[in-house]
């Protein structure tokens, strides 16, 4: 019955911009921490990004400053805003959520972010 969707993923230059959002249903509760984490074949996971219910975030240092996290006012929707994009962002973005004690309990599809040179 949980599912998080994740949608805003494609192609995109370097330097250019995309927007992934994710929609969580099926929870009683509203996830305490929404996040982001993003995998390349041959590198292992990676965590991005973080946001609780009550607002505060934090991130990697590898996306510090470019990448912004956000949630809806009904916490059921969580968003990652990407600029100034590098090849090296490629991945396949995943929408998790959780408790503070396991924040990454769910996870989504993934999406594919591909940023070309």
């Known amino acids: 019955q949980v599912q998080l969707v994740e949608s805003g993923g494609g192609l995109v230059q370097a330097g250019g911009s995309l927007r992934l959002s994710c929609v969580a249903s099926?929870?009683?509760?509203?996830?305490?921490?929404m996040g982001w984490h993003r995998q390349a074949p041959g590198k292992q996971r990676e965590l991005l990004a973080t946001?609780?219910?009550?607002?505060?975030?934090n991130y990697a240092d590898s996306v510090k400053g470019r990448f912004t996290i956000s949630r809806d006012n009904a916490k059921n929707t969580v968003h990652l805003q990407m600029n100034s994009l590098k090849p090296e962002d490629t991945a396949v973005y995943y929408c998790t959520s959780g408790s503070s004690w396991w924040p990454d309990r769910y996870w989504g599809q993934g999406t594919q972010v591909t940023v070309s040179s």
């Open positions: 099926g929870m009683i509760l509203s996830p305490n921490v």
């Open positions: 946001v609780t219910s009550g607002g505060s975030t």
